[in-house]
């Protein structure tokens, strides 16, 4: 069974970075693509970007300027920084996993980010 | 950059047939997938590449898939269907984009 678990503060201050690490069981990071996706308060899913085998990247373009996602493959994790963020990057993120013409059939179960002072 | 619109909520009445929208330019042309978030929760895949089903997803589930729409259909709606609905599609210039979700109460 394919399991994944966000971590990483929940609080951030506002022009600071948010980093979030997703760990991965069940699966090799190796195989398919690996996305995080949030959901803002009230608002609808919105997809960060992901990074694929390769270790490869693709970004939403209006976030593609802060944002970089890596990867770990010797401890199965990948990871999503956000820089310069700001109250509008408070949210739930999530990683998933992303088998592209498949859709994302695993996600993680969320952690709530808030930016704050 | 390409959008997908889809109504802000809609009512089913309890074993009734609801249909979700997704709309979007030549959508038809793009494979579209459905997810399904309760409060709470991770958003769950119901529908891959426009009608597929996940397994584990009940037949109730749905999909089409032509010109300008995608739909998603629910049959013989229950409570426990209560969620938000979301379309999500992919772009060559925009990349992954969803819908702005639907949510959908059942009467």
């Known amino acids: 069974q394919v399991q994944l678990q966000e971590s990483g503060p929940g609080l951030v201050k506002p022009s600071e970075t948010l980093s979030l690490t997703c760990t991965v069981s069940?699966?090799?990071?190796?195989?398919?693509?690996w996305s995080w996706i949030r959901k803002p308060p009230g608002k609808g899913l919105e997809w960060i970007g992901y990074?694929?085998?390769?270790?490869?990247?693709i970004y939403n373009a209006s976030l593609k300027s802060r944002v970089t996602i890596s990867m770990d493959t010797s401890r199965n994790k990948f990871f999503l920084n956000l820089t310069s963020v700001t109250a509008a990057d408070t949210a739930v993120y999530y990683c998933?996993?992303?088998?592209?013409?498949?859709?994302?059939?695993?996600w993680g179960r969320g952690t709530l980010v808030t930016v704050s002072s | 950059s390409y959008e997908v619109t889809q109504p802000l909520s809609m009512s089913v009445a309890l074993g009734q047939t609801a249909n979700i929208t997704c709309g979007g330019n030549?959508?038809?042309?793009?494979?579209v997938h459905w997810y399904q978030q309760k409060p709470g929760q991770a958003p769950i895949l119901i529908l891959y590449r426009d009608y597929n089903r996940p397994s584990g997803i009940p037949e109730r589930f749905s999909g089409s898939n032509s010109g300008n729409t995608a739909t998603l259909t629910l049959s013989r709606a229950r409570p426990g269907d209560e969620a938000d609905y979301y379309c999500?599609?992919?772009?060559?210039?925009?990349?992954?984009?969803f819908g702005g979700g639907t949510r959908l109460t059942v009467l």
């Open positions: 030549d959508i038809g042309t793009k494979n």
């Open positions: 990074i694929y085998h390769s270790g490869g990247t």
């Open positions: 999500q599609v992919w772009d060559t210039y925009t990349n992954w984009v």
């Open positions: 069940g699966d090799s990071i190796t195989n398919f693509h």
């Open positions: 998933a996993r992303d088998k592209g013409d498949f859709g994302a059939d695993y």
